[in-house]
């Protein structure tokens, strides 16, 4: 036998044993193949009850609510396929425009305000000094607190007659404000009061970013010479990079999704001043039960918050860095 020939050896027939044997060595990939599936097999089935709740609940209601848009349905009557009619009506519905401009105005008087002050406020409690942590429960405080029972508190503190804010600017020699009243300042004093309700989330997420950072790099910096200032902008803003996207998707959507407060203490108004995308919805489905239309706006927004979405992803993603 040459070193070019293969080398082929021919068994003997086998024992009984052998045969065992041989069995098993042959068919190693596919018992392996068997504990994968098994394997596999119980994993889908101990998150089987989490997807069916999820296709019952979200799923299939999505789905409908898509097929719902394309139809005049309402609560009592069961309603007909329209085609593209009550998206083109959208175009011509001046209720739907100012709903857009407001949700608009809003989210931008929003989102950068709870974005920075969350950030001023994690690099504030992030220091290892006496009682930090109660400072921290305590501007967390008003993400646990009930939506209308905070809406209460700030229709007090916005009354027109006996609130705390025009006390105060009565005090300091200013004139006191229809807060709620006035349709030029319904929409700023709703976005200071979600800004209020939403930095203590958001400072949460900060703050975990911020302590995921090496110390490592921070004293380099200042062996360095950098100082305070030079090693946020070299260091601490650069790799909070994933956390600042992952804070502006969540705020973005929040924000278009606002609805408990405008419920709460405006209704929409004055004269519309307030009424944002989701209150609208609200509107057209539960005050004058047109589902349909409805469903409608509801995917307008979801395309309008995909979209922002999108478009942030593709900003951001030279600049986000995943590797500390």
């Given at each position: 036998?040459?070193?070019?020939?293969?080398?082929?050896?021919?068994?003997?027939?086998?024992s009984?044993?052998?045969?065992?044997?041989?069995?098993?060595?042959?068919?190693?990939?596919f018992?392996?193949?068997?504990?994968?599936?098994?394997?596999?097999?119980?994993?889908?089935?101990?998150?089987?009850?989490?997807?069916?709740?999820?296709?019952i609940?979200?799923?299939?209601?999505?789905?409908?609510?898509?097929?719902?848009?394309?139809?005049?349905?309402?609560?009592?009557?069961?309603?007909?396929?329209?085609?593209?009619?009550?998206?083109?009506?959208?175009?011509?519905?001046?209720?739907?425009?100012?709903?857009?401009?407001?949700?608009?105005?809003?989210?931008?008087?929003?989102?950068?305000?709870?974005?920075?002050?969350?950030?001023?406020?994690?690099?504030?409690?992030?220091?290892?000094?006496?009682?930090m942590?109660?400072?921290?429960?305590?501007?967390?405080?008003?993400?646990v607190?009930?939506?209308?029972?905070?809406?209460?508190?700030?229709?007090?503190?916005?009354?027109?007659?006996?609130?705390?804010?025009?006390?105060?600017?009565?005090?300091?020699?200013?004139?006191?404000?229809?807060?709620?009243?006035?349709?030029?300042?319904?929409?700023?004093?709703?976005?200071?009061?979600?800004?209020?309700?939403?930095?203590?989330?958001?400072?949460?997420?900060?703050?975990?970013?911020?302590?995921?950072?090496?110390?490592?790099?921070?004293?380099?910096?200042?062996?360095e010479?950098?100082?305070?200032?030079?090693?946020?902008?070299?260091?601490?803003?650069?790799?909070?990079?994933p956390?600042?996207?992952?804070?502006?998707?969540?705020?973005?959507?929040?924000?278009?999704?606002?609805?408990?407060?405008?419920?709460?203490?405006?209704?929409?108004?004055?004269?519309?001043?307030?009424?944002?995308?989701?209150?609208?919805?609200f509107?057209?489905?539960?005050?004058?039960?047109?589902?349909?239309?409805?469903?409608?706006?509801?995917?307008?927004?979801?395309?309008?918050?995909?979209?922002?979405?999108?478009?942030?992803?593709?900003?951001?993603?030279?600049?986000?860095?995943?590797?500390?």
């Amino acid at each position: 036998m040459t070193n070019n020939e293969p080398n082929i050896q021919v068994k003997p027939p086998s024992s009984p044993s052998s045969k065992k044997k041989s069995y098993f060595q042959r068919n190693k990939d596919f018992w392996g193949s068997t504990q994968r599936r098994k394997r596999a097999l119980a994993g889908y089935t101990f998150i089987a009850p989490a997807y069916l709740l999820f296709v019952i609940f979200l799923f299939i209601p999505v789905i409908w609510a898509f097929y719902l848009s394309f139809t005049s349905y309402t609560i009592f009557t069961p309603g007909e396929f329209v085609g593209i009619g009550n998206y083109s009506r959208l175009v011509n519905d001046n209720s739907f425009r100012t709903a857009l401009w407001n949700t608009t105005y809003y989210a931008l008087m929003v989102i950068p305000l709870n974005i920075s002050i969350s950030l001023c406020l994690a690099l504030l409690v992030n220091r290892k000094m006496k009682g930090m942590n109660f400072f921290r429960a305590a501007y967390y405080v008003p993400v646990v607190t009930s939506i209308i029972a905070a809406s209460m508190i700030w229709m007090w503190l916005y009354d027109s007659n006996n609130g705390l804010i025009n006390y105060v600017l009565i005090q300091l020699g200013f004139n006191p404000q229809s807060w709620l009243n006035d349709p030029n300042l319904a929409l700023p004093a709703l976005a200071f009061m979600r800004v209020w309700k939403g930095v203590g989330w958001n400072m949460v997420i900060f703050l975990a970013g911020l302590q995921s950072i090496p110390k490592t790099l921070y004293e380099a910096a200042s062996i360095e010479g950098a100082g305070g200032w030079k090693s946020f902008w070299k260091i601490t803003w650069p790799l909070l990079a994933p956390t600042t996207f992952f804070v502006f998707v969540m705020a973005t959507i929040s924000t278009f999704q606002t609805f408990g407060e405008i419920y709460a203490m405006t209704s929409g108004g004055p004269v519309g001043s307030t009424t944002t995308l989701v209150y609208l919805i609200f509107v057209y489905g539960f005050e004058r039960y047109e589902m349909g239309y409805a469903a409608a706006i509801a995917f307008v927004l979801f395309f309008i918050i995909f979209v922002l979405t999108l478009i942030n992803m593709f900003i951001t993603q030279k600049k986000v860095n995943y590797d500390l």
